[in-house]
């Protein structure tokens, strides 16, 4: 099973990320960053290739009727996400259910998951992207999700969700803070879903990412996406516009599209709060970057849609 990463977005690998994490043991960082971070000096986080993935036995396609959902199994933020276009697949992360005005379903994602280099939207969306032979489908019950070198992704079942209605990665050549994207889930999958995030609960109220605040996601990236333990991710926020937001924390290939949340300690450990935004960027520095809530929402309006985050 191929695990390069898709589309010549990033040169990361398993090992340079470990090495990394390596250097700053301690630190919950990889790399450092500060209050002052120019968002523009950024890249889109990677998908993971799974090309050849849906071919192997033990991962199979199953009626969403079929499938019990059990604690941090459902789909929902931090759902396993792969996407299939063009012949590759990619993997990546779920971010927030959404509920739309119109009466239907929605999961958010990044929207340069389901997008080609070159194209900045689909054609819904005024782009030049053809969505319609997009096929998603979420993991559940996967027994590795980070699907990397070390682990692969160890059994599970997939879900099929329905057509991408709605995908974006720039808008007048800047990606950081227009990136994102949303795939309506069948009446068959409602069933399944979770707008619970797996390890932090939450999120409870919508929110933002303000400078020294404590934010937390939950993904399948490369490294450390591989367990329960450290798909679950926290680091210190450095501020938001109204677009954008940045902060400090640890992210590699897989966690495109994540949900990000504020974080408070209890004491069980940190307790997800508010939604605060979408993940899709790394910064050259080691931070990362993303969509705001409030832009993920304007950005939907494009294609006619009023969205909201579905909440706990």
Same mark, same amino acid.
């Given at each position: 099973m191929s695990t390069d990463v898709m589309d010549g977005h990033d040169g990361l690998t398993r090992r340079s990320v470990l090495k990394a994490s390596a250097a700053t043991a301690g630190l919950g960082l990889v790399g450092t960053a500060s209050a002052d971070d120019d968002t523009s000096s950024t890249r889109p986080i990677?998908? /993971?290739?799974?090309?050849? =993935? /849906?071919?192997?036995?033990? =991962?199979t396609t199953v009626q969403a009727?079929?499938?019990?959902?059990?604690?941090?199994?459902g789909i929902g933020p931090g759902s396993f996400l792969l996407i299939s276009r063009g012949g590759t697949t990619a993997g990546c992360t779920a971010n927030f259910i959404w509920d739309g005005a119109d009466g239907g379903t929605y999961l958010g994602a990044a929207g340069h998951c389901f997008l080609p280099d070159g194209a900045a939207a689909s054609e819904s969306a005024g782009g030049s992207f053809d969505t319609s032979g997009v096929t998603v489908r979420a993991c559940i019950d996967c027994a590795f999700g980070g699907a990397t070198g070390l682990n692969g992704l160890q059994g599970g079942e997939l879900v099929e969700l329905g057509e991408v209605v709605y995908a974006r990665q720039s808008q007048n050549g800047n990606g950081v803070g227009n990136d994102f994207g949303l795939v309506r889930v069948p009446d068959d999958v409602q069933p399944l879903l979770d707008p619970a995030m797996p390890q932090f609960g939450g999120p409870?109220?919508?929110?933002?990412?303000?400078?020294?605040?404590?934010?937390?996601?939950?993904?399948?990236?490369?490294a450390f996406g591989e367990t329960f333990l450290t798909k679950g991710r926290s680091g210190a926020g450095l501020g938001h516009g109204s677009d954008s937001w940045s902060a400090a924390t640890t992210s590699a290939p897989g966690d495109s599209g994540a949900a990000v949340q504020t974080c408070t300690p209890t004491l069980t450990g940190l307790q997800g709060v508010e939604a605060a935004g979408v993940l899709t960027h790394l910064t050259t520095n080691g931070g990362v970057a993303g969509t705001t809530m409030s832009r993920a929402k304007e950005m939907a309006g494009e294609v006619g849609l009023d969205i909201s985050a579905r909440l706990v």
């Amino acid at each position: 099973m191929s695990t390069d990463v898709m589309d010549g977005h990033d040169g990361l690998t398993r090992r340079s990320v470990l090495k990394a994490s390596a250097a700053t043991a301690g630190l919950g960082l990889v790399g450092t960053a500060s209050a002052d971070d120019d968002t523009s000096s950024t890249r889109p986080i990677p998908c /993971l290739d799974m090309t050849g =993935v /849906l071919e192997r036995e033990d =991962v199979t396609t199953v009626q969403a009727a079929s499938v019990a959902p059990e604690t941090s199994s459902g789909i929902g933020p931090g759902s396993f996400l792969l996407i299939s276009r063009g012949g590759t697949t990619a993997g990546c992360t779920a971010n927030f259910i959404w509920d739309g005005a119109d009466g239907g379903t929605y999961l958010g994602a990044a929207g340069h998951c389901f997008l080609p280099d070159g194209a900045a939207a689909s054609e819904s969306a005024g782009g030049s992207f053809d969505t319609s032979g997009v096929t998603v489908r979420a993991c559940i019950d996967c027994a590795f999700g980070g699907a990397t070198g070390l682990n692969g992704l160890q059994g599970g079942e997939l879900v099929e969700l329905g057509e991408v209605v709605y995908a974006r990665q720039s808008q007048n050549g800047n990606g950081v803070g227009n990136d994102f994207g949303l795939v309506r889930v069948p009446d068959d999958v409602q069933p399944l879903l979770d707008p619970a995030m797996p390890q932090f609960g939450g999120p409870s109220e919508i929110g933002a990412v303000d400078g020294g605040e404590t934010i937390c996601h939950y993904g399948n990236a490369v490294a450390f996406g591989e367990t329960f333990l450290t798909k679950g991710r926290s680091g210190a926020g450095l501020g938001h516009g109204s677009d954008s937001w940045s902060a400090a924390t640890t992210s590699a290939p897989g966690d495109s599209g994540a949900a990000v949340q504020t974080c408070t300690p209890t004491l069980t450990g940190l307790q997800g709060v508010e939604a605060a935004g979408v993940l899709t960027h790394l910064t050259t520095n080691g931070g990362v970057a993303g969509t705001t809530m409030s832009r993920a929402k304007e950005m939907a309006g494009e294609v006619g849609l009023d969205i909201s985050a579905r909440l706990v």
